[in-house]
């Protein structure tokens, strides 16, 4: 097995959804090979947060977090990543290794 090493550095953000039943992106952050985007539950959500590879995966509601739940995924851009929520404003933090 490779050797990954440490990074230097990471990249914080968050997503909020304006509009429950209509699926946004995340930005798009570069993930090293690797390496896995970290997703998390906001802390004061109080209900679901849906995750897909595109809107319509993250509108059917299939995987779900709820606050402070995390999801790893070894993608190659956080924007691979969509989210839908059941209540507006809510959303995910999120963390990529640099």
């Known amino acids: 097995m490779a050797n990954l090493g ?21 930005p798009s952050v570069t993930v090293p090979e690797g390496y896995a985007a970290l997703v ?10 849906y995750i897909g590879g595109s809107a319509a995966e993250a509108e059917a509601h ?8 995390v999801f790893s995924e070894y ?15 809510e959303g995910i933090d999120y963390e990529v290794a640099q």
């Open 6 to 26: 440490n990074r230097t550095s990471i990249t914080t953000g968050d997503q909020v959804v304006a509009v429950p039943g209509t699926a946004e992106q995340l």
């Open 40 to 49: 998390t539950g906001k802390h004061l959500n109080t209900q679901r947060v």
């Open 62 to 69: 299939t995987v779900s977090l709820g606050a402070d739940d």
């Open 75 to 89: 993608v190659t851009n956080l924007n691979a990543i969509w989210i839908d929520v059941d209540v507006a404003g």
